[in-house]
């Protein structure tokens, strides 16, 4: 088996040309975007997280940086702290699911032009959004190599926008997939620690990581089917922050549980009760969705042979 590491080429010329990017999409299965968002919404979201943390003691406050407080974390139950896959407990992630901003920025109209070019059509921009915020800790361990298909579930066209909530260098433990790694299907499982659960055995093949130095307001997008994981962080100072939102073509199969909060650490009503708008509130009920059904028996193919 051979291994290769090359890094992401910027795909920001194919947004003027759907064609071709719609024939990168479906040859590669990832697209990279430097700077698709802007630098400054990003870095406020970053304060809002932060802000988070704070309170809580796990970073000094007021400080972009997002240094850890050691003693602080140590002092923390780590069976509450991975509960929810996130990289803090529940109560506090409660709070970052309440910021208006962090549901906002995926309604940007520059990720809704992207995949309205992908997709040829009306996009739905799922609900359940995802914040990970790893503080430096032997508890978060780093995301297996997985599918995010097996996690989803509805149509196999949903593309998983990974986005860093600031810089994000290699050593912090950023991004990485793998090329052409959705050409293969659904490949078989095992349980496994970090978010999620579930790693996804490569079978042996010869293949390509994708990885770089991210910046704030990149956009790193990928289909269901593509293997990715995060890098093992090299930097044991500073929490390493960062959000998926998911966004499918608005017609086509959805499950129910990414109509949900993530987690379900809180409701719906309580995470829209400060909000300055009513925009977005509950948005997707404008839509005439299709409902799918949950299949367990996708998510635990232990027994599929590469």
């Known amino acids: 088996m051979q291994v290769l590491v090359e890094s992401f080429t910027?795909?920001?010329?194919?947004?003027?040309?759907?064609?071709?990017?719609?024939?990168?999409?479906?040859e590669e299965g990832v697209l990279f975007f430097r700077g698709l968002l802007p630098r400054e919404l990003v870095l406020e979201l970053r304060s809002q997280f932060l802000d988070v943390l704070a309170r809580h003691g796990w970073v000094e406050p007021g400080n972009l940086d997002g240094v850890a407080n050691h003693e602080a974390i140590a002092a923390e139950?780590?069976?509450?702290?991975?509960?929810?896959?996130?990289?803090?407990?529940?109560?506090?992630?409660?709070?970052?699911?309440?910021?208006?901003?962090f549901h906002n920025l995926a309604h940007h109209p520059k990720l809704i032009s992207l995949y309205e070019g992908l997709f040829q059509g009306s996009v739905l921009p799922h609900p359940r959004h995802i914040a990970r915020l790893m503080l430096p800790a032997a508890f978060n361990a780093p995301t297996p190599?997985?599918?995010?298909?097996?996690?989803?579930?509805?149509?196999?066209?949903?593309?998983?926008?990974?986005?860093?909530?600031?810089?994000?260098?290699?050593?912090l433990g950023g991004l990485t997939v793998v090329r052409k790694g959705h050409k293969e299907g659904l490949l078989p499982v095992a349980a496994s620690?970090?978010?999620?659960?579930?790693?996804?055995?490569?079978?042996?093949?010869?293949?390509t990581w994708l990885e770089t130095d991210f910046q704030a307001g990149d956009v790193l997008t990928f289909n269901s089917l593509t293997v990715h994981k995060s890098l093992k962080p090299q930097r044991r100072d500073h929490v390493r922050?960062?959000?998926?939102?998911?966004?499918?073509?608005?017609?086509?199969?959805?499950?129910?549980?990414?109509?949900?909060?993530?987690?379900?650490?809180?409701?719906?009503?309580?995470?829209?009760r400060d909000w300055?708008?009513?925009?977005?509130?509950?948005?997707?009920k404008k839509h005439n969705l299709s409902?799918?059904?949950?299949?367990?028996?996708?998510?635990?193919?232990?027994?599929?042979?590469c």
């Open 77 to 101: 139950d780590p069976a509450a702290m991975v509960a929810s896959g996130v990289g803090i407990h529940n109560k506090a992630y409660a709070d970052i699911q309440k910021l208006e901003l």
């Open 291 to 305: 409902m799918g059904e949950w299949d367990d028996s996708i998510r635990w193919q232990k027994e599929k042979i």
């Open 10 to 26: 910027d795909a920001t010329p194919l947004l003027e040309n759907p064609g071709a990017l719609r024939h990168a999409a479906e």
């Open 241 to 272: 922050l960062s959000m998926d939102y998911r966004f499918q073509p608005a017609a086509e199969e959805i499950e129910q549980a990414s109509l949900k909060p993530h987690g379900e650490v809180t409701t719906w009503d309580e995470i829209y």
């Open 276 to 284: 300055k708008s009513n925009d977005l509130k509950y948005y997707w």
């Open 193 to 207: 620690e970090g978010a999620g659960g579930l790693e996804t055995h490569m079978c042996a093949r010869n293949y």
């Open 145 to 171: 190599p997985h599918q995010d298909f097996i996690h989803i579930q509805g149509t196999k066209n949903v593309w998983t926008a990974w986005i860093p909530v600031g810089d994000c260098p290699r050593e």
